[in-house]
């Protein structure tokens, strides 16, 4: 089906304000990761949702970083309270069970905190 | 643990002349393999992958890249780069069904 899609696009937000990014991985993959990329870095692993396990939150950054994913379909990122140093792409990928592991990636939300 | 460096920010090459992206890994569990290519405000598209079969790995756009492990290196090359060859190149390592660590990246720039 249709590749990994990702939602808003862009989004501003001010300092302090919560903000909601979406994820829509392909249909039937069972793994989900969020990363983020500030300008100029690579990428940091953030959460990483497979199946009905507990999620990986190894790579939260603070407490005000938390995602939700419903069964193997839709995840929402929740950024509580931001701060200017979140301004980032965040992306998500997907994976299928079986295969050879790779991850395919969204084309990410552009976050930025005035 | 995983660790990625990729040698070079950035690089530039001449269109036609041979492209070379630097990557060494470290890793302390058999390694998982990944070059991803990011085009200007767009996600990342798969390029290659090594999973432990041919230790010479072809991907799209004519790129490959050789997997040495007594040098835990995994190097991008092409033969002939292309004006569209021009994007940002991110090495990355997995233990499998773990998340993906990422290189810095390599900017590669083609000259016409």
């Known amino acids: 089906g249709a590749g990994v899609s990702q939602s808003p696009s862009n989004k501003v937000t001010e300092k302090g304000k919560d903000v909601e990014l979406r994820c829509d991985p392909i249909?039937?993959?069972?793994?989900l990761y969020w990363y983020r990329q500030r300008l100029g870095q690579g990428l940091e692993f953030l959460i990483y949702?497979?199946?009905?396990?507990?999620?990986?939150k190894s790579g939260l950054p603070s407490d005000r970083f938390s995602a939700e994913r419903t069964g193997e379909s839709v995840s929402t990122l929740t950024i509580q309270r931001t701060q200017q140093e979140d301004s980032a792409v965040y992306l998500c990928?997907?994976?299928?069970?079986?295969?050879?592991?790779?991850?395919?990636f969204g084309p990410g939300t552009r976050l930025t905190v005035t | 643990a995983q660790s990625v460096t990729q040698l070079g920010s950035h690089v530039s090459v001449s269109e036609g002349a041979l492209v070379l992206l630097r990557c060494n890994y470290s890793?302390?569990?058999?390694?998982?393999l990944f070059w991803y290519v990011q085009y200007p405000n767009q996600g990342l598209q798969l390029l290659l992958k090594?999973?432990?079969?041919?230790?010479l790995v072809k991907g799209i756009n004519g790129f490959e890249a050789e997997f040495k492990k007594s040098e835990t290196s995994f190097h991008l090359t092409k033969p002939s780069a292309h004006m569209s060859d021009a994007a940002e190149y991110f090495c990355?390592?997995?233990?499998?069904?773990?998340?993906?660590?990422f290189g810095k990246g390599t900017r590669l720039s083609v000259i016409a």
């Open positions: 990355a390592v997995s233990a499998g069904n773990t998340p993906l660590v």
């Open positions: 949702f497979q199946g009905n396990s507990a999620p990986d």
């Open positions: 249909s039937g993959h069972t793994a």
């Open positions: 990928a997907s994976r299928s069970a079986g295969g050879t592991y790779e991850q395919y």
């Open positions: 090594y999973t432990s079969a041919a230790t």
């Open positions: 890793s302390s569990v058999p390694p998982y």
